[in-house]
């Protein structure tokens, strides 16, 4: 039996019953405007109603109901190795994502972040794949260092060529979707990716109520090519939403059900994350802030409602505000890993990122490891079972004796399970070298020390279809 701290919870049954209700109501009576004509037809045809000239689609709440019962409360990717990747409602958060889509990156003893370059995405992928915690991984940092029209080929070579882990996209346009489609049946030939998806696609509305043309097209795309959507809105309170944070859960939650009920008109059977990336204005400092207290809030009660309505979470939350690896960037990535790891998110986080998501750190990604696998020992609590022998244990020891070589020491060192030893934490006083330093050799090590995991001949096909950049 192990003793274990309680899950974190924000929203009480009757403020997520009142929650629903409103979000419901939103979407009655306001709707979204959706830009795409395609997605209309399918809400329309599905039970929505239509507003042509305006582009505004509403939602019965009966149709919304229906989309909420039929996603699936759980369901399982499998990597090209086979390896499964489970997702499930209510479930506590075991697997990772890399961040995605990062600009910058920050050199080891930098003060300032640089354009992030294809060098860093292949490090940062290289990283991903050697770290056991990382199940999902993309497009880390973009290549900025090519022309901007290279940039999501190079990036899909680097990607396909280096891991061959569960992927995660953020879909530009159709262009994107179907260069995506097109390395996945070079990189699994043979494999029917409708039934045995490996890739993920973050599909986000524009926060007040609105879906784009290509955000529109893309959701059709990927869905109907076995892609799986992570929905994310991006609301900003006091920005794009209202400014206080229980409006803000509430635009979240009613722009996800959105998102899920045009799923649900794409293709029923498909599942999908519930997501969402909302975070507050400072606005005193007229910025977001992805590492205040106030974004794990409302990321929180986001997967208290995503566990409401029975759908898998997905919450993005690894951002920081700090722009250095100091004592700021500790302190934020700590409280947003421990209260979404301690909540009943079903997958997430977003490894490596620092200056509020704008850059990624390799040092950073092996910190962010060892925070995480620390945390993963503390959820895992105090194992009960041993007390009787450690009782024993300590009657044979008896007053002044030790423990340095009894039975229950040995045992549980060859175990390994009862204390976790990190990487990059210094536990060896002042003369030992300081945590990143430690983890800079960390990831120097697993550099030098990786191999490929993707066939050469699979490597040459995916450079020749992509048109890989000169190496």
Known sequence: MNLTLPVFRILDEATRNRVQQQALELLRIQGFRVHSKAIRQRLGAAGARVDEA????????ELVAQAVASSAREFTLKDLDERPVRFAAGTILDTVTTYTEAVKWLDYGATTFRASRLEDLRTGLILADALPLVAQTGVVVWPGDLPVEQQ??????????????????????????????DAQSVAAPGRDLQRQPYCLFVSSPTSPFVLDLDSGETLIFGLEHGMVPVLAPCPMAGGTSQFSLIGTVL?????????LTAKHAIRPESPALWGGAGAAMDMKAGDVSYGGVERSLIMLANIDMA?????P?????????????????????????????LSRAATGMGIGAV??????????????????????RLRQ???????????????EAGPGGNFMMSEVTLDLLREGREYYYPVTFNRKGADAPPALQRAHAEVERILSEWRCPVPERRC?????LLGAPAE
């Not at 566990?307 to 759908?311: E, M, Q, T």
Request: charge should be neutral; charged fraction near 20%.
């Open 152 to 181: 999501f080929r190079a990036a899909l070579c680097a990607i396909f060529t280096t891991t061959r882990k569960v992927l995660v996209f953020g879909l530009q346009n159709l262009e994107h979707a179907r260069l995506v489609l």
């Open 54 to 61: 305006r582009e505004v689609v509403t939602l019965p709440p």
């Open 381 to 395: 609590g105090i194992e009960a079972d041993h007390l009787d022998r450690a009782a024993k244990d300590i009657l």
């Open 313 to 341: 979470c997905h919450s993005p939350s690894a951002s920081a505000d700090s722009c250095l690896l100091d004592a700021q960037l500790g302190a934020e990535k700590t409280w947003t890993y421990l209260t979404r790891a």
């Open 307 to 311: 566990c409401h309505f029975g759908i």
């Open 460 to 464: 040459a096909e995916l450079k020749k």
């Open 251 to 259: 635009q979240q939650v009613a722009e996800n059900l959105f998102m």
């Open 355 to 376: 200056g509020n998501g704008k850059a990624v750190s390799a040092e950073a990604m092996v910190i962010d490891a060892d925070i995480l696998r620390s945390i993963a």
